[in-house]
């Protein structure tokens, strides 16, 4: 997906900047007039599509001029963050299909200690995305080299407040790791075979949503209306990804940038 967009845009004029942060958003006469970046250089714009989470725009992060472009969340009204594994590793035993969830006993008491007692219950639910499997691809045991996968176990978005520290992941590993050998699944770790995120590495790479990977908390019937649209009170700043509406993952993450083009789009016209 991030390739096809990169070279739709390039057919289209676009010129990518990688590795490149942004200060601020500049503004002037209450409409953006550009970026600035830490090396004290501007890009004049006409308009700016923000794509980091909007609680970074409310929070000041980015200047406080652009502060009434969203709403700020409290540290209570954030989403699910979460600790993941991404192995390369053998596996043996139960035969896992592309997407596998793995349920503890009690599943709703992970949700209230996740959001009243802020901790990961002993015995999470666990994610295994077989990244190298389809349902026309089938590992046979015995054949099997080492392939892709990601592990995820929900926690919560404190990754600004501490986090999970290593003795908490040192214990929360094993009973991941115990949990999947009891339903019948074994990985054959190495050192070196994979790389471990916690709320504070998410927090790391979006700032300021203390880890939160999905935005706002869908709490309650009417949540999913309280995601910032793609306009914005600051005239050409308009927002996109997983913290605007629609909400987060790959499809709606797509669709709303697609809203904010239309939007960005019509009001130049």
Request: proline letters at 5%.
């Amino acid at each position: 997906m991030a390739q096809a967009l990169e070279k739709l845009g390039r057919a289209q004029g676009a010129e990518y900047r990688y590795d490149t942060p942004v200060k601020r958003i500049l503004t002037r006469d209450g409409r953006v007039s550009g970026v600035e970046l830490p090396s004290g250089e501007i890009l004049d714009a006409d308009a700016v599509v923000f794509n980091g989470d909007a609680n970074a725009l409310a929070s000041g992060a980015l200047g406080d001029n652009v502060r009434p472009a969203a709403r700020a969340i409290t540290p209570q009204q954030r989403g699910l963050s979460a600790v993941t594994w991404c192995l390369h590793a053998q596996t043996r035993g139960l035969e896992l299909q592309h997407h596998n969830v793995f349920f503890a006993n009690d599943y709703p008491s992970e949700f209230s200690a996740i959001f009243a007692e802020r901790r990961i219950t002993q015995q999470p639910t666990i994610y295994v995305c077989a990244q190298d499997r389809s349902e026309s691809t089938r590992m046979v045991e015995g054949e099997r080299g080492r392939e892709r996968l990601l592990l995820l176990v929900n926690a919560p978005a404190d990754g600004d407040r501490g986090g999970i520290d290593d003795a908490t992941l040192s214990t929360l590993e094993r009973h991941v790791f115990d949990l999947l050998e009891r339903c019948g699944l074994q990985i054959e770790r190495q050192t070196g075979d994979g790389v471990v995120t916690r709320p504070q590495d998410f927090e790391r790479l979006f700032p300021c949503t203390g880890g939160a990977l999905y935005g706002r908390a869908n709490h309650g019937a009417f949540a999913s209306f309280e995601k910032p649209a793609s306009q914005t009170a600051i005239g050409g700043l308009y927002l996109a990804g997983g913290s605007a509406h629609p909400g987060p993952g790959i499809p709606m993450a797509t669709l709303s940038g697609r809203l904010a083009a239309a939007r960005l789009a019509a009001d130049a016209a």
